[in-house]
């Protein structure tokens, strides 16, 4: 093989192994951008206690205490009856005590859940607990939207799994058979050396070395494109960055470089073996 066109071949392996590195690293941030989303979703899920009309504030501020230490509560709010009644005069324009002569409103604490509970199974567990509290009348989540919420979070993430599997496997194909035909236009160059005398682990160093140089500078360069893109997304959507943090992307960006460095060492290690392990006259017939 020419220089001219070894550099030609060793660019191409650079350019396709950085374009399947960077869909990799998309796809990882499209997980973590899920999985983010569906948190805020699930804290945004509130279950309302329905305080008792004849429990003191003492009382209720004493339970929502507890509650806050729960392990399944991520906050709490707690919400009098007199603040009820002043939004809804604002809402209504009218005071309803004028005409009712009482207070109708209930005084309630609004409940957010932590990510992993706010299911429909955990909450009605968390509901039969909290139920039998004498100063809790009632116990209000929306059912079916929970459900439906987690329905589709759930579909969302297998459809994105699914995905990611299938582009490992498609990288692991597409960079395998660049290495594969990297290291096949020097077959007989390792039955050469393997003819003089030279060791196995002699003959893969360079090779191994050499895929390990485009393994890590792919990754690189598959970074700083995924860098690029973050970036100018960012400039017209500020939000991106809580719905991939930082700390998130820096391990995606370590996952990529690990992934690209360890699919072409790997596939370099095997490609290598298969040549050693062929006689002479085979070399002529792959």
């Not at 309630?108 to 100063?135: C, F, Q, R, T, V």
């Not at 596939?267 to 392990?277: D, E, G, K, T």
């Amino acid at each position: 093989m020419s220089k001219k066109n070894f550099k030609t071949q060793t660019f191409s392996v650079y350019v396709s192994t950085t374009l399947v590195l960077m869909l990799f690293g998309v796809m990882c941030l499209l997980m973590i951008a899920a999985d983010s989303l569906s948190n805020h979703v699930k804290r945004n899920m509130t279950v309302s206690l329905i305080i008792d009309g004849d429990s003191e504030e003492e009382d209720i501020l004493k339970l929502q205490k507890s509650l806050d230490k729960k392990e399944y509560i991520l906050s709490t709010e707690y919400i009098s009856k007199e603040q009820v009644l002043k939004e809804q005069t604002v809402e209504l324009g009218t005071n309803p005590v004028e005409f009712l002569g009482y207070n109708p409103y209930e005084a309630s604490i609004e409940l957010s859940m932590k990510p992993e509970y706010a299911d429909n199974d955990n909450i009605a567990k968390i509901e039969k607990e909290l139920a039998g509290h004498k100063d809790v009348k009632e116990v209000v989540y929306h059912k079916e939207l929970i459900s439906t919420i987690n329905s589709n979070i759930q579909k969302i993430s297998l459809a994105l799994s699914v995905f990611l599997v299938l582009l490992m496997f498609i990288s692991w194909s597409l960079i395998g058979n660049m290495v594969r035909l990297s290291i096949y236009s020097k077959r007989f160059l390792l039955h050469t050396m393997k003819l003089v005398g030279a060791t196995w682990g002699f003959i893969r160093r360079p090779f191994l070395m050499r895929n390990f140089r485009i393994g890590l500078l792919s990754g690189v360069f598959a970074n700083i494109l995924l860098g690029t893109i973050i970036y100018f997304v960012a400039q017209k959507e500020p939000g991106i960055y809580t719905v991939i943090p930082i700390g998130k992307a820096i391990a995606v960006a370590g996952i990529v470089i690990l992934f690209g460095v360890g699919i072409t060492v790997l596939c370099a290690f095997l490609s290598v073996n298969r040549f050693l392990r062929m006689r002479g006259n085979d070399l002529y017939f792959i």
